[in-house]
């Protein structure tokens, strides 16, 4: 299983990356990561685009399902429901929290909480992955 370090060089030159997505714990029940909103991340009103905090939820729960895939496994995502709860302001640091709802041998479900440091609910994500077998 990769470790919370080799989760971040893994993603550090992809899409994840270059929004900075930081990962902060990576195990198989847990995934907890964090990123600054920066204004490029943001709508015109200095508030963390949906958009962004879907990709930032998407990682996280992508990450906790490869942190439970067998040997040579990959995955997808499949699905995926946001439910925005509040803004996330320019400049601040939001964290997320994603646990495993379903880990099963073909689809696993991870549900991601998103909040400000401070404690305020953002957004809850919900999304399906699937694991595809070795190619």
Not at 5 to 23: N, T
């Amino acid at each position: 299983m990769p470790t919370a370090d080799e989760m971040q060089k893994l993603i550090a030159p992809l899409f994840p990356g270059l929004m900075g997505v930081e990962i902060e714990e990576a195990g198989e029940e847990k995934i907890v990561a964090s990123l600054l909103v920066r204004p490029d991340l943001c709508t015109a009103g200095g508030v963390c685009h949906g958009g962004a905090l879907m990709a930032f939820a998407d990682t996280v729960g992508a990450i906790g399902t490869v942190m439970n895939l067998p040997a040579g496994a990959r995955t997808t995502t499949i699905e995926s429901k946001t439910n925005f709860m509040g803004a996330a302001p320019v400049n601040t640091r939001i964290v997320s929290e994603s646990i495993p709802l379903h880990r099963g041998r073909t689809t696993q479900v991870w549900q991601t909480t998103i909040r400000s440091e401070a404690g305020k609910l953002v957004a809850v994500v919900t999304q399906t992955q699937m694991v595809l077998p070795k190619a």
